[in-house]
Structures are given as structure tokens and as C-alpha cells.
């Protein structure tokens, strides 16, 4: 077996339970194996022979691996090089958010139920997750992705899901917490518990409510204000100070995400 050197790995700050992993290039090859977590992942390039269950899929650029907790399997590249990015998350902690979603009291997680997926959605979810893992710009973010990926693995409808969602006044205590703290790092949890609600339900009810997602919510708010204090001539680095972003390379990311030119730019019309 020829040692992966071009393999990376990093456990998430924000999310503990989960650690990533990426393959750049790689021409390594792997025995037959298992892990104790659950394992999900994306082919950035290359083909390979992926093993599990006792089924042989060839796999490519797009394609999203899925394996269970001791499910025995092996991925090996079909010539040449490939690169991957991989998640492996704790089998209770997901079990846990499964149930959240499922509105189930299920002792136990629920595996995947196919080895591969190549649905457009799911992989959108995954990315943005990962995304959201490996930059470690925001908690809410990575914890509203996590959510949205298990949804879609799970097959549920936001649109189902926010049905069932009904109006609640618990919802507007967590908007105006969101605006009374803008620069505090929110936790999922603490919102939820603002709320009376789970994790989930937050999410869900929250953007059937208000159009958005809490994270999403949170950052269009940070981005009105700053314009506010732009055309002000406050400093750039000061708003992205007291807006709560990571740096103000994060903020005129963010910022020009939503207006399509830098705050630079957007303040020299007004100052």
C-alpha cells in the first residue's frame, strides 16, 4: 500500500465531531477497510474503483461517496491521479440530528441508503458545507449546512418540512437577539433554546418565517448596516470590526457577494 502524502486532514473548530480531509493529486491506494463514523465525500478529479457492500462502482469528478459506520470498503484511483474531499462525522452526533429531522425517537442512526449519489442538490449541500467547515467564518453557518446536507440525504422537502413548521413567537426573540449582537459568534443551540424549539425546527421555522435561514438572516442584516456606516466614511477595517467579522478580507468577501463591488468601491460614491 504506497503512502498518501497528498492527503491533508483537519478537525473542525466549529463543529468538533467532524473532521475533513483532502486529496490533491493523489495516486494512493487503499486495502479494504471501515471506519467507526459516518463518511461522505465528492471525486474533485480523476476516476476510481469504489468498493462497498460488495458492489464496484466506477466513480468521477461529481460523483458523492456515501458510507456507513463498518461498512468495508476501498477506493482506488483507475490510473493516473485523482482528488477528493472527504467528511467524517461521529455516528451518535448524527443518529442525534437524524432525529431532529425525522421527528423520530429512534434509538439508533439511520444508515444511508444507497453507497453513491449523483443528485445535483446533495451535492450542492455538501459543498456548502464543507465550505462553511473549512473557511471557519461562521458556526451558524456550519451548523445550518450540516442540517441542510442531512435533510437532503434523508430525502425531506424543505417545503415539507417548513409545512409542518408552524408560526411561532418564540422566532421573533431570536431575530432580535440576532440583531441586538451582531458581532457575538451564535450557537444553534442557544438560539434553539431562545426559541423553545430543536435545532432543527429553528431552521426550518425561522426561514419559512422570514425568508432565510438564521446565518443567511444575520449576515443580509451585517451588510445593510455596514453600507449604513460606509457612507458614514467610518474605516473599513472598523466595520468589519464591529460587524463581528472574522477579518476584512471575510467582510469585503462578504460584502461584495451581496452588492457586487468591494465596500471600497461603495463608500467612494458617498465619500
Known amino acids: 500500500m504506497k503512502k498518501d502524502a497528498s492527503a491533508r486532514f ?4 466549529l463543529l468538533p465531531w467532524i473532521e475533513l480531509r483532502i486529496a490533491d493529486q493523489s495516486s494512493a491506494c487503499y486495502e479494504a477497510h471501515s471506519h467507526d463514523e459516518f463518511s461522505f465525500g465528492i471525486i474533485d478529479h480523476g476516476q476510481a474503483d469504489y468498493r462497498n457492500r460488495q458492489r464496484i462502482h466506477r466513480i468521477g469528478r461529481g460523483d458523492l461517496v456515501t458510507i456507513n459506520p463498518a461498512d468495508v470498503h476501498a477506493c482506488n484511483p483507475e490510473a493516473g491521479t485523482w482528488s477528493y474531499r472527504m467528511l467524517f462525522v461521529d455516528a451518535l452526533t448524527m443518529g442525534d440530528a437524524q432525529q431532529e429531522v425525522l421527528q423520530s ?3 439508533d442512526y ?3 441508503a444507497n ?3 449523483h443528485s445535483a442538490e446533495l451535492r450542492g449541500k455538501f459543498l456548502a458545507l464543507f465550505h462553511a467547515l473549512h473557511t471557519e467564518s461562521s458556526l451558524l453557518q456550519a451548523e445550518a449546512g450540516f442540517y441542510e446536507f442531512l435533510e437532503a440525504s434523508l430525502g425531506q422537502s424543505p417545503a415539507e418540512t417548513c409545512a409542518r413548521a408552524k408560526p411561532q413567537p418564540g422566532l ?3 431575530r432580535e437577539k440576532l440583531f ?5 459568534p451564535h450557537q444553534l443551540e442557544a438560539l434553539a433554546a431562545e426559541a423553545q424549539m430543536s435545532r432543527y425546527q429553528l431552521l426550518r421555522a425561522f426561514k419559512h418565517q422570514f425568508g432565510l435561514p438564521p446565518h443567511a438572516y444575520l449576515m443580509d442584516e451585517k451588510i445593510k448596516r455596514a453600507k449604513i456606516m460606509l457612507k458614514s466614511g467610518q474605516e473599513i477595517s472598523e466595520v468589519a470590526l464591529k460587524l463581528g467579522f472574522a477579518d476584512q ?9 451581496k452588492l457586487a463591488v468591494t465596500p471600497k468601491f461603495y463608500q467612494s460614491h458617498f465619500v
Open 172 to 174: 421573533n426573540r431570536v
Open 115 to 117: 453507497d453513491l449519489e
Open 105 to 107: 425517537r429512534a434509538h
Open 249 to 257: 478580507a471575510h467582510f469585503q468577501r462578504q460584502f461584495k457577494r
Open 10 to 13: 483537519k478537525q473542525s473548530t
Open 180 to 184: 441586538d449582537d451582531l458581532e457575538t
Open 110 to 112: 439511520m444508515p444511508f
